[in-house]
T-cell receptor, first 113, second 115 residues
Framework: QQQVKQSPQSLIVQKGGISIINCAYE??????FPWYQQFPGKGPALLIA?????SEKKEGRFTISFNKSAKQFSLHIMDSQPGDSATYFC????????????FGTGTLLAVQP | DAMVIQNPRYQVTQFGKPVTLSCSQT?????MYWYQQKSSQAPKLLFH???????NEADTPDNFQSRRPNTSFCFLDIRSPGLGDAAMYLC??????????????FGDGTRLSIL
């Protein structure tokens, strides 16, 4: 029940295409859903985050879609660029638990020029 | 810029020789975390400090210890490193607010190699 399931494990997209990564969870106590981007040799960096009271959040080319009833959320990267090639982790945080994160398993994105 | 700084970036130690990794932050966050990340895997939480309160994850080996002497610094001690402890070690910080969960901010990690 504490798991966050992420798919796909890897993704290849052409430059200019849309990258879509999906996550699902079971625990209804989760109330904060961040996405992290990690480049090789670097720590994860917060990309965008959403709370369950909204269904969509957009920041530049990055959009989170959130479906509370289905307990699913996804990251959409519009106009994908080679510089977006990285590993993406979804995560969920439990209400009142010192911001402790439950990570998905990660998606390795490769954007081909 | 406010940030999370980990030193050293690369650490090589011998099998069984104690090693200490350090983390400092200028964000003045009240929570600091230590993660272990192995290749192609998600970060795995080892423990965290909420102010001075230490919180160990149930599956963190006793070989791993931590110290937080003040708000800005936190240390990870590996008492007797084994080959399986070779990994990237990530430090992160966060601020706990009554109004809702906040993001964690990560350092760039220390890559630990065991000879």
């Amino acid at each position: 029940q504490q798991q966050v399931k992420q798919s796909p494990q890897s993704l290849i997209v052409q430059k200019g295409g849309i990258s879509i990564i999906n996550c699902a969870y079971e625990n209804t106590a989760f109330d904060y859903f961040p996405w992290y981007q990690q480049f090789p040799g670097k720590g994860p960096a917060l990309l965008i985050a959403i709370r369950p009271d909204v269904s969509e959040k957009k920041e530049g080319r990055f959009t989170i879609s959130f479906n509370k009833s289905a307990k699913q959320f996804s990251l959409h990267i519009m106009d994908s660029q080679p510089g977006d090639s990285a590993t993406y982790f979804c995560a969920a945080s439990i209400r009142g638990a010192t911001n402790k994160l439950i990570f998905g398993t990660g998606t390795l994105l490769a954007v081909q020029p | 810029d406010a940030m999370v700084i980990q030193n050293p970036r690369y650490q090589v130690t011998q099998f069984g020789k104690p090693v200490t990794l350090s983390c400092s932050q200028t964000l003045n966050h009240n929570v600091m975390y230590w993660y272990q990340q192995k290749s192609s895997q998600a970060p795995k939480l080892l423990f965290h400090y909420y102010d001075k309160d230490f919180n160990n994850e149930a599956d963190t080996p006793d070989n791993f210890q931590s110290r937080r002497p003040n708000t800005s610094f936190c240390f990870l001690d590996i008492r007797s490193p084994g080959l399986g402890d070779a990994a990237m070690y990530l430090c992160a910080t966060s601020r706990v607010f009554p109004g809702g969960n906040q993001p964690q901010h990560f350092g760039d990690g220390t890559r630990l190699s065991i000879l």
